[in-house]
């Protein structure tokens, strides 16, 4: 059409004829752009730029003589009625036009209020319209010395900004900023202007994307830490996605249907879908799982409430264990069908009989519909492949459909044993030619292709040799793709599934560039849980040799990172087959069937110096080396500037020295802290970095970076704290017994036996997490030395969740970490008395020493009031924390260091090291109040002489509460102002009902 009303209108049209080509396959015929590629010659990749300005200036002139050929046709079109107004926008439209128009224009007001616009005007800017660099910031049009400013573009411009964006800001919260920038006198808009307002807009954009950000994460908050949100929300985006490629109509469908619906009377079995690999059993299942709703609320009625559960097994962790998935089904049926379960079973039996008595709770406006698919992805645990936890009979408003290979495990023979009706069965097998080639051309209307008739043959001959459904899909890609004028022959069209994988890859690699598509299908495959769009692309640019490939015409320049491009053709060119998963509120790509993973392996992570090399890679971006600016030596695959490398070469040129300094680049990858922090004043507010938790211990234990294994994670506070705080101990224990067995360090197993002596307590209060394993890990610290890192990670860091320091510990290194508990659960100080010092001897026993008698033994300011009262000395403390855990007399003194917190800390010490003097003239009363940073009253036991641990008249007297089922009270600490007048003591108390403590003032 456009070619016809160019010729009527008399142009020039033997470049539109040479550039482009007619094709038969599209529906209707139509032309095509040659590639720039195979017209430039001397441009061998599409999407590299060329290696010198010798094509840029003819592919200049082309593209603008074709641009006014098509505006003056297409007007000429729309004004005699034979184009639409919506086809000859297509052509009129310039590139930032439909931008706008795809970003704000077809948008939500909800979705609008997460975008922010920038507006940026530039003062007179058409007084320095000749100046060439002036050409970066307006469309110019003329040749010297007639240079002007595009008049038609810069109308667009101002309709752009002054109409369309205005309409958008009327309608929605769209965050809009202005600014207007003045140029030089002489030298226009110079780059020091322009980096000025770079440097303005860097600052606002930062500012904006925070409260954005912010505003999104609170949303989200209260389903952070849900394991069983995060389970129905992976497997809910992979129904999503599974569901969405459903192509085959096919009788399965209808008789799952059948079954489906509630029925009267005779027993209900599950339903089992049998078929080999790539027979779209996980697809049909999809299907039912989305339809099944709708299904049941139109038979049962629109007061009706259907519950659908759906898992795709082995797709998740919880879903691969018999355990775990049974757990997640039972909380979730516990959730719907609101049943309250005061604490799940342990025992697999009984979580198994729970689930059957939560199968009964279905009901006809309630019915039940349960979707397995894979049965042979569980693993082996408690003879999960054994099936003795399906149940053969389920309730009359149940249904369980299962789905399985028909020869792996010996599954599908278990099941004819437990369900006999072969009704019961369905058995999907492949289809026949004819319905592929149906299908074939049915996919290809659908994005307005066909195949001519010679073409047909091809794909007859394919389908001769193999129907399977995910083969019809894989030609279907490479199909769509030809064109009438190009040969095809019978090597165009592979005869199996693997091979047409392998051909897809390939394809990519010709389209994207061999080492960027082998690298970045290689980290998406051996990714533990798959890697986010942005990880991906934050990994390939720490990649050298992704980076060499696609800087190997240009010099590389600061920041070094992969053009989003890339990324994206390489998304679209898999569309289908590298599909998003939701874990932890990451969108993540992953392989939509095993079998694609299976080939990536094949082809891409077969060699084991590439191997390590990646997972080293990956293990430094979740260890965040890379972050912060640092940069990250680029080698160029060139022997010369590889030369230039040497640093022990004492001849190396000015240039080369010059290119030495710029050999490293930042690489932009973002920190990797373990959780990152809402409010630095609120530390235990956070969200947990699970990208971090899942990934970088399997990479590290794969690429052989032992140091960065145990002293990045295992005995990282950090690491060891959130775990807990987020309730995974046990994987916490899993975690160093799978690092013991990688390094053998006798220290990991010593930690984890540690850990498991304080389970109970650290899972109750995790801030005490600190304290436990500084008092558990002083004494042996000299024969474990590597638990030294792990110390000062607890001193560095554990005082943000707890004030209890032991800078030194009383327990002998023979000590069993049962012995001494820090905290009891059982017992609790409701009081503590003071006993009367009259003797010298036990004054010196009891007291640290002081150097002048005259003194009092303790730093007074400015945390404790002392006051002399005829003769007695009383020391009041604003905080005391005691981290010790027992008060051994005859051994030991305590020596006590104020901190300029207000905090004063406990340091114990032999009596024998030095010895002192004290005048037994004065008596001394002392009342202590032993507590944490919660104001938790601990249960203190004391020794006397060594002779095991009981109250002693020699010491303080201990009085024993009950238990305090209720959450520990935490009252504010005293300020300096409310602090007790002198001769008054301070002591908390336990009410007779259990009641709070109170602050008792008691006169002297």
């Keep these: 059409m456009i070619l016809d009303a160019a010729i009527e209108a008399k142009m020039e049209t033997k470049l539109l004829e040479e550039w482009y080509c007619r094709d038969e396959n599209s529906v209707p015929a139509a032309y095509y752009l040659r590639p720039k590629s195979e017209m430039l010659r001397s441009n061998k990749n599409a999407m590299q730029p060329p290696a010198n300005a010798e094509n840029e200036k003819p592919w200049q002139e082309i593209s603008d003589e074709i641009k006014t050929i098509f505006k003056a046709a297409v007007k000429l079109l729309h004004e005699k009625g034979k184009m639409k107004h919506s086809q000859a926008k297509r052509y009129l439209f310039s590139a930032i036009e439909d931008e706008f128009d795809f970003a704000l224009g077809k948008q939500t ?93 860097g600052k606002q954009f930062y500012e904006d994307m925070i409260d954005i950000i912010q505003a999104t994460v609170q949303q989200n908050f209260d389903t952070e830490t849900d394991t069983l949100y995060d389970e129905i929300l992976q497997h809910s985006s992979l129904c999503k996605t599974y569901a969405s490629f459903y192509e085959y109509k096919c009788e399965a469908l209808n008789i799952v249907h059948k079954y489906i619906l509630p029925s009267k009377t005779g027993h209900i079995n599950p339903l089992i879908i049998y078929g ?89 406006q309630r019915p039940l519909v349960i979707i397995f698919d894979s049965l042979e992805q569980l693993s082996e645990n408690d003879d999960a492949r054994k099936l003795w936890w399906l149940p053969a009979h389920l309730p009359r408003f149940v249904r369980i459909v299962l789905s399985t290979l028909p020869n792996k495990h010996g599954i599908l023979q278990k099941l004819r044993c437990l369900i006999h009706d072969d009704d019961n069965y369905i058995e999907l097998i492949p289809r026949d030619r004819k319905m592929c080639s149906q299908v074939l051309k049915h996919q290809l209307l659908r994005v307005k292709r066909k195949v001519t008739s010679g073409q047909q043959i091809y794909v007859n001959n394919a389908f001769s040799k193999c129907t399977l459904p995910m083969f019809v899909n894989l030609t279907f890609r490479e199909v769509r793709h030809w064109r009438s ?101 990451v969108t993540l790509l992953v392989w939509a069937n095993r079998h694609l993973q299976l080939i990536a392996q094949k082809l891409y992570l077969q060699d084991d110096s590439s191997l390590r090399e990646m997972h080293t890679i ?38 080369e020295k010059h290119f030495l300094e710029q050999a490293s680049f930042d690489r932009q990858a973002p920190d990797q802290p373990w959780v990152f922090q809402c409010n630095p004043l609120e530390p235990d ?23 960065d294994l145990l002293y990045g994670i295992i005995m990282n506070f950090s690491w060891l704290y959130t775990m807990i705080k987020i309730g995974q101990f046990d ?38 997490l600190s304290a436990e394993l500084q008092q558990r890990l002083l004494p042996v610290v000299s024969s474990l030395p590597k638990l030294r890192h792990l110390l ?83 020391p009041f403390f604003s905080f005391f924390y005691h981290g010790i855990g027992r008060i051994n007399i005859t051994l030991t003194d305590y020596r006590f260091y104020s901190h300029e917190q207000g905090k004063c800390f406990a340091v114990e010490r032999n009596v024998r090291e030095s010895p002192w003097t004290c005048s037994n003239t004065r008596n001394y009363y002392l009342r202590i109040l032993i507590c944490d940073i919660t104001w938790l009253i601990y249960d203190v036991t004391f020794s006397f002489n060594g002779e ?25 600490p005293q300020s300096s102002r409310s602090r007790p007048a002198p001769g008054r003591e301070v002591e908390l108390l336990e009410g007779p009902n259990g009641q709070s403590p109170q602050q008792m003032v008691t006169k002297k």
């Design 685 to 707: 507010i956070f969200f947990v970095n699970h990208r971090k938790m899942s990934e970088l211990l399997y990479h590290l234990t794969r690429c052989g970076k032992t140091d």
């Design 618 to 655: 990956l293990a430094d971006y979740f260890l965040g080396v890379w972050s912060g600016g640092r940069r990250k030596a680029f080698c160029l695959e060139d022997p010369y500037l590889n030369g230039c490398l040497d640093l022990d070469s004492r001849s190396l040129l000015e240039e």
């Design 109 to 201: 007001p909800a979705f609008l209020k997460k975008c922010v616009c920038y507006i940026r005007k530039i003062a007179n800017i058409e007084r320095f319209v000749k100046i060439p660099e002036m050409g970066k910031y307006m469309d110019i049009t003329g040749a010297e010395p007639r240079i002007i400013r595009d008049p038609e573009a810069q109308e667009k411009l101002i309709k752009l900004r002054d109409e369309f964006i205005p309409t958008i800001v009327a309608s929605s919260n769209l965050r809009v900023y202005t600014s207007v920038t003045h140029c030089d006198m002489k030298l226009g808009y110079s780059q020091e202007i322009e980096n000025h307002y770079i440097e303005g807009l």
């Design 792 to 874: 000062l990670e607890c001193d560095k860091d554990g005082p943000k969740y707890c004030s209890i320091v032991p800078l030194h510990s009383s327990m002998d290194v023979t000590y069993s970490p049962e012995r001494l508990p820090l905290s009891s659960s059982h017992l609790h100080v409701t009081e503590i008395l003071p006993w009367r010092l009259g003797s010298w001897q036990e004054w010196r026993d009891l007291l640290p020493r002081c150097g002048d008698p005259s003194r009092p033994p303790f730093q007074t300011e400015p945390y404790q009031r002392w006051t002399r009262c005829k003769r007695r000395l009383y």
């Design 485 to 585: 004028h190009k040969d095809v022959d019978e090597s165009s069209l592979c005869v199996t599934v693997h091979e047409s994988i392998e051909q897809l890859f390939w394809s990519l690699e010709k389209k994207c560039g061999q080492k960027l598509v082998s690298r970045a299908l290689g980290y998406i495959t051996m990714a533990k849980m798959g890697l986010s769009e942005m990880e991906l692309e934050d990994v390939l640019a720490l990649d050298n040799s992704v980076m060499n490939e696609l800087n190997e015409n240009t010099r590389p320049s600061n920041p070094l990172r992969v053009p989003y491009l890339y990324i994206a053709r390489l998304k679209e060119g898999l569309s289908g087959y590298l599909i998003e998963r939701h874990v932890k509120n």
């Design 276 to 364: 080999g690999p790539c027979t779209g059993k996980t697809l049909l299942l999809a299907e039912v799982a989305k339809k099944a709703y709708g299904w049941l609320h139109e038979d049962t009625g629109p007061e009706s409430d259907p519950v659908v559960v759906v898992r795709f097994l082995g797709m998740t962790d919880m879903s691969t264990d018999l355990r775990t998935l049974l757990l997640s089904v039972c909380e979730q049926l516990a959730v719907n069908y609101r049943c309250l379960v005061q604490s799940y079973p342990k025992k697999i039996h009984d979580l198994r009989d729970l689930f059957i008595n939560l199968l009964n709770e279905s009901s006809l």
């Design 948 to 972: 095991g641990y009981r109250p002693s008249k020699s010491c303080y007297v201990v009085s024993r509460g009950h238990p305090r089922p209720a959450k520990p009270w935490a009252p504010r």
């Design 731 to 768: 994987k916490v224990l899993s975690d160093i017994e799978l690092a013991y067995n990688y390094s053998q360090e006798k220290e990991l197993k010593f930690l984890a036996s540690t850990l498991r002596s304080i389970k109970t307590k650290v899972i109750a209060f995790p801030g005490s």
